[in-house]
């Protein structure tokens, strides 16, 4: 479809945190972020909130992972400000995107931009503003300046027509386009703000096709097919979500037969392994795209060496909660100023409870690597299993015989009936994924 040598595909980071609200995706790191982008096969990207200001700290994190910087937006003030400090700012960016060897740069005009104003709606009630012709001259006339200082050193200014600006709907685009120097000037034709704003996609590429420098591909239309592969994988794990809920209510009803002192060193329990295997969770979230890439390239020996070395991690992160767990659970109660009570009871549950964290750690990165191999239906079958038809009714039947310690034995139980049931899926996901292929 594209010539490979003068198209490349890249990606924006928008993916992984939203420059317009920074909380989505907070947790995601630079590092995370651009390494998933060339795992996934992208050899480019734009500049998001989390990438460094330094162009050679940045260049080099790219380099490390054959990438580069595709182009970076840029928020124009023609309107409202002088042409001086206009080309200033410009002519900094210019510089930063030289540095990281960039030749696009993607301008929208944020003069009287709604952008952003949460309480005030895009499409209704007229707060759009709608220039005057001598506000588009002042704009067109400031473009051409830029796109020729832009020109100048090798790059093209590629106008990005945006919702909530002053230049979003496709009559708008057009007054642009034939207003400015088709040297200095392209477009950068998104899909997505064309397609919200009630315009023709289509028709707009069409239009403005020999004046397009960059393109934002977005809001792909649902094919039912790809639809219901996706909720194939995505539906286990909604459910082994809820099972957890499940889980907890079913040992909440258990225990509270015996003291409510219990249910409460079963609370710091959960908090507590929550630390436990934090790391561990981590690991397995670093190795899913990585055997999803290598599984998707056919580079099966990659997929069994990363599944074996995480798992071997994993384990050894394990080891040292269940240290943790037999050498100091008196420490470990001591953070929830637990009642004597509280103390002794807790004291004889995460010892025999952290038996089973070595075992867990197999079971997670197990389960996790046959989930990226597309046999998602083997981790939830394990889930259920695991937690409703061992897990409860093995601690129900031990709290029948009166003692209290007896019913925390329900954890490694379980747990040795995951780790059967794990290695024997992931033997069949390797047997159908990897060795027929």
């Known amino acids: 479809m594209f010539d490979p040598k003068t198209v490349s595909l890249g990606i924006a980071p928008i993916g992984w945190c939203n420059d317009d609200m920074p909380e989505l995706g907070a947790e995601n790191t630079f590092q995370q972020t651009v390494s998933e982008m060339a795992l996934a096969g992208f050899t480019g990207c734009e500049i998001g909130n989390k990438y460094p200001t330094d162009p050679a700290e940045l260049k080099k994190a790219l380099d490390l992972r054959g990438m580069r910087i595709a182009s970076r937006w840029y928020s124009s003030f023609i309107l409202t400000r002088s042409m001086e400090e206009e080309e200033k700012d410009f002519i900094a960016n210019l510089d930063f995107l030289a540095a990281v060897g960039a030749n696009r740069i993607n301008v929208s005009e944020q003069s009287y931009s709604i952008q952003g104003k949460m309480d005030v709606p895009v499409l209704t009630g007229g707060h759009k503003h709608v220039m005057d012709d001598a506000e ?19 790059f093209k200014l590629c106008f990005h027509h945006h919702m909530a600006t ?11 386009m034939d207003n400015t120097d088709p040297r200095y000037v392209y477009l950068c034709f998104d899909t997505g703000h064309f397609t919200f704003s009630g315009e023709d996609a289509v028709k707009a590429a069409k239009e403005f096709g020999p004046r397009i420098g960059h393109v934002h591909l977005k809001d792909i239309r649902p ?33 509270i037969s015996f003291t409510e002192a219990a249910t409460a060193v079963f609370g710091a329990y959960f908090k507590l392994q929550s630390f436990i295997f934090m790391p561990c969770f981590g690991l397995n979230n670093a190795m899913v795209p990585i055997v999803s890439y290598n599984y998707g390239a056919q580079k099966f020996d990659r997929v069994r060496k990363t599944v074996r070395l995480t798992v071997f991690t994993a384990i050894g992160i394990m080891c040292v909660g269940c240290a943790l767990f037999e050498l100091i659970p008196e420490t470990l109660l001591g953070m929830f100023s637990p009642t004597d009570e509280m103390l002794s009871i807790g004291r004889v549950a995460l010892r025999i409870i952290g038996v089973h964290f070595p075992l867990a750690g197999f079971s997670i990165i197990a389960g996790s690597a046959c989930q990226a191999l597309g046999k998602p239906i083997y981790a939830l079958i394990n889930s259920v299993c695991r937690q409703i038809v061992v897990l409860l009714p093995a601690a129900y039947l031990l709290s029948l015989t009166g003692r209290l310690e007896l019913v925390w034995l329900a954890f490694p139980i379980a747990e040795v009936v995951s780790v059967i049931l794990n290695a024997t899926f992931l033997r069949l996901t390797y047997r159908v994924s990897l060795e027929r292929k």
């Not at 588009?136 to 090798?154: P, S, T, Y």
């Not at 002053?166 to 642009?176: A, D, H, I, P, S």
């Not at 790809?226 to 225990?255: C, E, W």
């Open 166 to 176: 002053v230049v979003q709907t496709f009559e708008e685009t057009k007054r642009l």
């Open 136 to 154: 588009w001259k002042l704009l067109c006339d400031g473009l051409n300046k830029l796109g020729k200082i832009a020109a100048d050193r090798g």
């Open 223 to 255: 094919h039912r097919a790809t639809v219901a592969d996706i909720y194939a994988i995505g539906i286990p794990s909604i459910i082994m979500q809820s099972i957890g809920s499940v889980m907890m209510f079913g040992m909440n009803k258990i225990l």
